[in-house]
């Protein structure tokens, strides 16, 4: 009998605490209300046939469960999912998929997990796989890291899996505890995307990560959260350019996320946006990820009185997300976006 099933899935954005979760940091995702919808049918042939309604191309695809071979299109995210699957003896057969999305794809904002999560799922439902949150978590990051060959970290899974759409997910990357953190009833974020992309698996992000790589071997630990901010002058110094800007950025980055947890907490609204503004600084000057349209982005934020603004994500393209005093984020993304000019909008009010 043919099966159906529906699922869902949150994209996010990180408050603060970027490129540091793969360096065993500290983040601090919010999940959003847009993400992927997958609607799932089985069928008896063993054929993955995927359909879509977003602007990509084809828009329809198809191909045996069991043979993924990777083609470089958005189809690559499924055929990681099943892969994985497979590999790790979970019994999936065929299916049509239909993807749907309100979130903008490759702006920064988690799609790649939100789209490998709301497949999961209901590919657990069509197959009894019995999927938790962690094994779900554990199959997409496989997917977009083992598969699609994007050596990225835990942030986006583990915020769609449990983050929430009011309230900070506060996540020690080393033992991935978790602690929620109330977002102030005074603050508001607006989430704005540039309209330019990033390519993780080829771009910038993975060369990135083998920096943090090499100057972990150079200093001699395994991690760079092992470097206190206490140590860092003295590693800095050991270190050749631009590893030592790449571990500032990370060292320094760890220790403001630290100080948003209690400047949250103290609904001190105007340390969270020194501190999102310095973290953006951090990105574009030590860690090198912004673009010049990222920065364009921050900067009229300032202008229009935003409390702090920062690109969002992997950077090299995509969001920057903006605070404002609550009531306030709509207006100011306005005036944002009418000097900005066109290919910007705005994707979301949060919370
Ligand atoms: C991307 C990756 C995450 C994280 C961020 C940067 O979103 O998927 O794992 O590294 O970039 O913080």
Redesign the pocket.
């Known amino acids: 009998m043919r099966r159906r099933a529906t699922a869902h899935a949150s994209g996010r954005i ?1 408050l603060i ?6 360096n065993d940091g500290l ?1 601090m995702p919010v999940a959003l209300s847009l993400g992927v919808t997958v609607e799932a049918g089985s069928r008896e042939d063993g054929i993955a046939h995927l359909t879509t309604d977003a602007p990509v191309f084809p828009r329809e695809v198809s191909y045996q469960i069991g043979s993924e071979r990777k083609d470089g299109t958005w189809a690559d995210r499924v055929r990681g999912v099943t892969s994985i699957l497979v590999q790790n003896s979970f019994h999936v057969g065929g299916f049509d998929a239909t993807i749907t999305s309100d979130l903008p794809l490759g702006a ?1 904002l ?1 799609s ?2 939100a789209f490998a999560i709301a497949l999961l799922r209901a590919l657990s439902e069509l197959f009894d796989l019995a999927l938790d949150d962690p094994a779900t978590v554990r199959v997409a990051h496989a997917a ?1 890291t083992d598969f699609a060959g ?1 050596r ?5 899974q583990l915020a769609s899996v449990y983050g929430r759409e009011d309230e900070a997910l506060f996540i020690d990357m080393r033992d991935q505890a978790m602690r929620r953190v109330p977002l102030p009833r005074a603050a508001e974020l607006a989430v704005i995307d540039s309209g330019t992309r990033h390519e ?1 698996a080829t771009g910038g ?1 993975n060369r990135r990560r083998e920096e943090c790589e090499v100057a972990c071997r150079h200093l001699g630990i395994s991690s760079l959260r092992e470097l206190e901010t206490g140590r860092l002058d003295d590693a800095l110094e050991r270190l050749p350019s631009p590893l030592d800007r790449r571990v500032r950025h990370v060292v320094t980055e760890n220790a403001r996320v630290g100080e948003a947890v209690v400047a949250l907490g103290a609904q001190d609204l105007a340390r969270v946006g020194e501190l999102l503004s310095a973290s953006h600084r951090s990105l574009r000057d030590d860690y090198e990820v912004s673009t010049p349209e990222l920065d364009q982005l921050v900067e009229l934020a300032r202008g229009a009185g935003a409390l702090g603004s920062r690109l969002v ?2 950077g090299f393209g995509g969001s920057i997300i903006a605070l404002a005093h609550r009531g306030g984020a709509k207006d100011l993304a306005s005036r944002v976006l009418l000097s900005y000019g066109s290919g910007g909008r705005l994707v979301a009010v949060v919370p």
């Open positions: 990180n605490g970027e490129h540091t979760d793969y983040v920064g988690g790649s997990a977009e994007a990225a970290g835990l942030l986006d993780h992000y994500g992997g």
